[in-house]
């Protein structure tokens, strides 16, 4: 069972930035906890990778303080697993004993920030905040992705292949020259895709193909 910093959370507060901190030094776990609940951030804490790799993270902008040296599995393999379960929470690793070989792995595997212990508080804090602010906007984009392939998906074949011509930069005329359609009927299809699409404008839309890789 992991250690929970504070009691269970209410639904009203569910949705705020949480820190996870996997440390099996107790008195490092107490002391990183105190630091952010004095920021009022949440935090949850794990003295070893297994327990952390058994709790299915929540749905919130997140971040994990990692050190890199545990008992068993690694700070690195716990970084490794977590890639392979498709699992992008932002990595600070902390630690005594760095080495270039292991920050280079330990940064192309992903993680955010490598800090050296003893760590001052400020440069903790400093680091947490960026990686939250990273993993809201990598969430953030996920979430305008999801919402324009499903709408893509709502696309009739054919007004696909308007949207594809019209976002490469043809006008109406050459979208019906290339088709074979009436240039009214490129117009509606336009409209159908606009509304379907949500887009405010065509360079809206423009946008949107660009996300979606829509291409000819």
């Given at each position: 069972m992991s250690e929970r910093s504070r009691p269970p959370q209410t639904q009203a507060n569910a949705g705020e930035p949480i820190v996870f901190v996997v440390d099996d030094d107790p008195a490092m776990r107490r002391s990183l906890t105190n630091l952010f609940q004095s920021v009022g951030l949440k935090v949850e804490t794990f003295a070893s990778a297994p327990e952390m790799l058994q709790?299915?993270?929540?749905?919130?902008?997140?971040?994990?303080?990692l050190d890199i040296r545990l008992?068993?599995?690694s700070g690195l393999?716990?970084?490794?697993?977590?890639?392979?379960a498709d699992i992008h929470t932002p990595i600070i690793f902390i630690t005594g004993h760095g080495d270039i070989p292991?920050?280079?792995?330990?940064m192309k595997g992903g993680a955010v920030d490598f800090l050296p212990k003893p760590v001052r508080e400020q440069d903790m804090l400093d680091a947490v905040r960026a990686a939250i602010e990273h993993?809201?906007?990598?969430?953030?984009?996920?979430?305008?992705?999801?919402?324009?392939?499903?709408?893509?998906?709502s696309l009739s074949q054919r007004e696909r292949d308007v949207l594809a011509?019209?976002?490469?930069?043809?006008?109406?005329k050459q979208v019906a020259s290339e088709l074979g359609l009436a240039e009214i009927t490129v117009k509606i299809y336009r409209g159908q895709i606009m509304r379907k699409m949500g887009a405010?404008?065509?360079?809206?839309?423009?946008?949107m193909s660009e996300v979606l890789g829509v291409s000819r």
């Open positions: 709790t299915k993270p929540p749905e919130v902008p997140s971040c994990l303080v008992p068993g599995l393999d716990l970084q490794a697993e977590l890639a392979k292991m920050t280079v792995r330990a993993d809201r906007k990598r969430r953030e984009l996920e979430s305008t992705i999801s919402t324009l392939r499903a709408r893509f998906q011509l019209v976002a490469s930069g043809l006008m109406n405010r404008s065509l360079a809206d839309l423009v946008r």
